[in-house]
T-cell receptor, first 112, second 111 residues
Framework: DTAVSQTPKYLVTQMGNDKSIKCEQNLGHDTMYWYKQDSKKFLKIMFSYNNKELIINETVPNRFSPKSPDKAHLNLHINSLELGDSAVYFC???????????FGPGTRLTVT | GEDVEQSLFLSVREGDSSVINCTYTDSSSTYLYWYKQEPGAGLQLLTYIFSNMDMKQDQRLTVLLNKKDKHLSLRIADTQTGDSAIYFCAEKGQAGTALIFGKGTTLSVSS
């Protein structure tokens, strides 16, 4: 199936831990994104990469570090997890800056 | 700054038409989008409209754009229970890359 996939789908962890979320797209797109959806369903951009280069870095704590090993992958590493990091994290991709974005299924992160 | 506003809830009966409204602030937006999110699922791109268009129709979906008033609407004809979901309006931000989302309209369809 051609799609944007994320792993894991659910992640439950304790405060202070470090965790990673992986994203892969097989659509041949150049641009990838991470969005955060909070408990009120509000969606906000975190990062955007184009051809493995960081393009957008919104006001996100530096505990969050994206890494793009190649155009098809954009991973999100989070250090020293806090309760407020609990949210659903969505990866997305688009053919370039200009075009529509396709979203992955989301990773529900719960920090206890 | 950029902002996208939507009403939070809409309740309709099966078979009726649903109209979800959205207003945005960035007059330089080139594309405007509608996404659908079913419970526990990701965001599904429903449709989008280029800013030089007034209307776009795709089967049961009709998008209307009033660029002067910065108003976007999504009409769903013959609404079905399977249309129950959260609908997000989004515009491209000034940086031209990230999407700026509204808070989403929860559509509830009763039979």
């Amino acid at each position: 199936d051609t799609a944007v996939s994320q792993t894991p789908k659910y992640l439950v962890t304790q405060m202070g831990n470090d965790k990673s979320i992986k994203c892969e797209q097989n659509l041949g797109h150049d641009t990838m994104y991470w969005y955060k959806q909070d408990s009120k369903k509000f969606l906000k951009i975190m990062f955007s990469y184009n051809n493995k280069e960081l393009i957008i870095n919104e006001t996100v704590p530096n505990r969050f570090s994206p890494k793009s090993p190649d155009k098809a992958h954009l991973n999100l590493h989070i250090n020293s997890l806090e309760l407020g990091d609990s949210a659903v994290y969505f990866c997305a991709s688009s053919p370039s800056f200009k075009y529509e974005q396709y979203f992955g299924p989301g990773t529900r992160l719960t920090v206890t | 700054g950029e902002d996208v506003e939507q009403s939070l809830f809409l309740s309709v009966r099966e078979g009726d038409s649903s109209v979800i409204n959205c207003t945005y602030t960035d007059s330089s937006s080139t594309y405007l989008y509608w996404y659908k999110q079913e419970p526990g699922a990701g965001l599904q791109l429903l449709t989008y409209i280029f800013s030089n268009m007034d209307m776009k129709q795709d089967q049961r979906l009709t998008v209307l754009l009033n660029k002067k008033d910065k108003h976007l609407s999504l009409r769903i004809a013959d609404t079905q229970t399977g249309d129950s979901a959260i609908y997000f309006c989004a515009e491209k931000g000034q940086a031209g890359t990230a999407l700026i989302f509204g808070k989403g309209t929860t559509l509830s369809v009763s039979s």
